[in-house]
């Protein structure tokens, strides 16, 4: 099992800092929360994800050690419902860039934003 060597919650920056030995991965809680490991946005089996927007301000209020395996994210949107284990933590902090550019797209398919409250209309071409 892979175990942080050290956790530090930056909350005026809205990051978290997960390092395991010499690896440092500094994850935004946005990301955090998007990929949150709870059925609220993993589903409850394969194909039934929820597409998580509007997520951008979203802030870490607190973090708490759950056993000896992960942690209870407090986000200020409430949520707080997923177990984040080493394991998974150190998988978003390998992959995070790869992940966060899949979320992006996700939202541009489904015409969905990162901001609170904003849609994103497509204007097609008119004939005049």
Known sequence: MVTPSKIQLHKKARTLDVQYGSQLFTLPAEFLR???????????????????????????????????????????????????????????????????????EALHKARLSREPDTQVVQLMPGSS
């Open 34 to 104: 998007v990929h949150s490991p709870s059925a609220e946005v993993q589903g409850h089996g394969p194909g039934q994800e929820v597409l998580q927007h509007g997520k951008k301000h979203v802030a870490i209020d607190k973090i708490e050690a759950v056993g000896n395996y992960g942690l209870r994210i407090y986000f200020s949107d409430g949520h707080d419902s997923g177990i984040f284990t080493w394991s998974y933590l150190h998988e978003l902090g390998e992959n995070q860039t790869a992940m966060m550019a899949a979320y992006e």
